[in-house]
């Protein structure tokens, strides 16, 4: 009695592409959202920080301080601008005219070469932590440039600490952004999409006369589904295509590792996207727990921007339960690192978890639901 | 009252519920219901919103589980499963006719799709059922353009592609002008002429006139079950009398009047009323303090009669 009919699944299929072509917004956002993502990410979000606007007060004005400000201004991070006073200097950071101060006092060269230890204040605007970091470790690196320059000769140094950055030389934030951007993309067109189609459904009553019809529930989730899976590989292939082409970043791992994971992680999102759609039937509802469920975690949660390692201890747990934390792990080591399969073993199991309880979940909720 | 449900069980029965019962929670959406249907007939289901109509409908699609009764469609009982119902009946449900997105042809081969029809059937049922309704627009319209007549029509051209036994209209016609209404109701008399069985609920008492019966539903029971005229009869088994006031009427001599003892029923109509008395001897004793105020004249009762003294009385 219960057989699935492939050719009802497939007619549920084609409907649901002429809704998607027939409605720009869909559409629109499926084939731009990802462009739009990735150019943004890409070209308009810069992590590393450069032409920091620094405000300087040289009281000393002595060769050795020229030279310190030299090593400031060559460093490329800087972009320096003198003031006469150090209350002047302070001024220009609290209107927001620069981000941070150097204050070099009268006798700094004196005292550097009586050898009481000179010392120079570095007042940096705490406000925007995002700035602040970057600030401090090109403050520190500058400095050991500059004690050299002005003592003027090299010490002799009892070893040489030289920092080499494994898989990202030049710690370009585009080759850690742009690959879990895959993650984002997708995470929105699976589960937002799907939750809408089905709550649409049921909004409209047309799910009644579906029911109305031999069809069987599993045809219905199949047919429904297959579209937004498509839409989700497409839009996966368009990052990924921009990300090797536009951005020139490397795909170093293999490609079918990174097919399966993608294919896991679309397949866990499409059926929580069934769940909200089944539990909620209402668009607006559907539209805010996907937003909630799905593309929240996976912008703030999943270490996409903000490392897992420095969150609080409950979180770094609580991203476990997340399918996008295990995802974003696949997503950029196979990009950058080129893990194996096997290296990814942990991933995997954790994201085949999600998914098969996922898809338990959610066809067992549908069907009861469908089911006289 | 009249219950007249025919007992039989012959395949000239279409439709066939005993004792159907469909609970939520603790509240009885349909209790304990029973009628059938012949084949052929225009069966019309009466009742105010939440009366327990589309729920009965919604269990005779094989869309929802009854808590008890028994239940047979179109020679199928339920025991065979939903399935089986659902490939014998058309179901034309009230809040959704077609996909307004979709053209005219891809909604018709979607259906069709579902109940598996193949091409060359499925392209003889849509002419059969295009001229059935005698539809001219182009295939490629989208539903968005039509009109909600043309819509309504189209809509049950779907729910008739798979040539069913038996055809459940929920409201069809609610929301569309006057002349499509009345088209749409040519076209459910074509239906039951080609002895199909045609199952409709209604909120229009014009439309409830042209079934062969009709049920009074309310909370779920049925309170009345006969043909149009049976029912006026055996509601009103007194004449109908319309009052034509004389005089404009104050709010206290007409709800002195709409409680006088001597009618059964006594309700507004426009500015006239309609009445009607407990017995013959009583009224005549009335009758000269009431011709001084109004002109009366005997009328027949109407069905919105019916509707108010059975399904809007007070007592159950």
């Known amino acids: ?372 | 009252m009249n219950f007249s449900s025919s007992e039989t069980h012959d395949h000239e029965t279409a439709v066939e519920v005993r004792n159907l019962s469909v609970r939520f929670g603790d509240f009885y959406a349909v209790n304990r219901v029973s009628f059938s249907v012949r084949r052929g007939e225009t069966f019309g289901f009466l009742g105010a919103n939440g009366a327990g109509k589309t729920t009965t409908i919604r269990v005779l699609c094989g869309l929802l589980r009854p808590a008890e009764g028994y239940v047979r469609v179109a020679g199928v009982s339920f025991d065979q499963g939903e399935q089986a119902v659902k490939s014998k009946v058309g179901y034309m449900s009230q809040k959704f006719t077609l996909y307004d997105d979709l053209t005219i042809e891809e909604n018709l081969s979607f259906t069709a799709s579902l109940r598996k029809l193949d091409t060359a059937t499925y392209m003889r049922r849509r002419q059969e059922l295009f001229d059935f309704i005698a539809f001219d627009r182009p295939l490629n319209t989208i539903v968005r353009d039509l009109s909600g007549g043309t819509k309504q029509q189209v809509s049950l051209a779907a729910s008739l592609l798979h040539d069913p036994e038996v055809v459940f209209l929920d409201e069809p016609t609610a929301g569309v002008t006057p002349a499509s209404r009345s088209r749409f109701w040519s076209l459910i008399r074509k239906l039951a002429e080609n002895n199909k069985t045609v199952f409709v609920t209604t909120h229009y008492m014009d439309e409830a006139e042209q079934c062969d019966r009709i049920a009074l539903m309310r909370e779920g029971k049925i309170l009345a079950l006969d043909t149009p005229d049976g029912l006026k009869r055996s509601i009103f088994p007194m004449p109908m009398l319309e009052f034509d006031p004389k005089e404009p009427l104050s709010f206290a001599e007409i709800s002195e009047m709409a409680t006088h003892e001597v009618f059964m029923f006594f309700e507004p109509y426009g500015l006239r009323f309609h009445a009607s008395f407990r017995s013959e001897d009583g009224w005549e004793k009335v009758r000269p303090f009431f011709e001084e105020k109004f002109t009366i004249r005997q009328i027949k009762p109407s069905l919105e009669d019916v509707f108010i003294q059975t399904v809007e009385s007070e007592v159950a």
């Not at chain 1, 590393?48 to 050795?64: E, G, H, I, M, R």
């Not at chain 1, 989730?221 to 090797?244: D, E, H, M």
């Not at chain 1, 469920?293 to 991203?319: A, C, D, H, R, V």
């Open chain 1, 1 to 372: 009695m219960k057989t699935f009919v492939w050719r009802r699944a497939a007619a549920v299929s084609r409907k649901e592409v002429l809704h998607i072509l027939r409605d720009p917004y869909t559409l629109g956002a499926a084939l731009a959202l990802p462009v739009f993502m990735v150019i943004m990410f890409g070209v308009a979000i810069e992590f590393n920080v450069k032409n920091v606007a620094l405000t300087v007060c040289d009281s000393d004005q002595t060769q050795s301080s020229r030279r310190l400000l030299d090593s400031f201004g060559s460093s490329q991070y800087f972009l320096l601008h003198g003031v006469p006073s150090p209350y002047e200097a302070v001024k220009e950071v609290s209107a927001e005219r620069a981000r941070a101060a150097l204050i070099i006092p009268p006798r700094f060269e004196k005292d550097l070469f009586d050898g009481r230890g000179a010392e120079v204040q570095m007042l940096v605007d705490g406000s925007d932590n995002s700035t602040v970091g970057p600030v401090l470790s090109y403050v520190s690196s500058i400095q050991t440039i500059a004690s050299r320059r002005i003592a003027d000769y090299d010490p002799p140094a009892p070893y040489d600490l030289r920092t080499r950055f494994l898989f990202n030389p030049e710690l370009n934030s585009r080759w850690f952004v742009i690959p879990g951007l895959t993650v984002v993309v997708m995470s929105i067109l699976s589960i937002l999409l799907t939750a809408l189609t089905i709550a649409r459904e049921w909004e409209n009553g047309s799910m009644e006369l579906l029911l109305s019809t031999p069809v069987e529930p599993l045809e219905i989730i199949v047919g429904k589904l297959a579209p937004y899976g498509a839409l989700g590989i497409i839009a996966v292939a368009f990052v990924y295509v921009i990300a090797r082409t536009v951005f020139g970043i490397p795909f170093v791992g293999n490609l079918a590792v990174f097919g399966l994971g993608c294919l896991l992680f679309l397949m866990t999102y499409l059926a929580q996207g069934l769940l909200i759609s089944v539990v909620t039937r209402k668009q607006t509802i559907a539209m805010q727990l996907a937003m909630m469920s799905g593309m929240l975690p996976s912008n703030l949660l999943s270490g996409f921007i903000f490392p897992i390692e420095s969150m609080p201890k409950f979180f770094q747990y609580f991203t476990m339960i997340l399918p996008a934390r295990w995802f974003m792990t696949i997503a950029r080591d196979t990009f950058l690192v080129g893990s194996s399969f096997f290296e990814l073993s942990g991933s995997f199991l954790a994201l085949s978890i999600f998914c098969v309880l996922m898809i338990l979940i959610a066809t067992r909720r549908f069907k009861r639901d469908l089911e006289p």
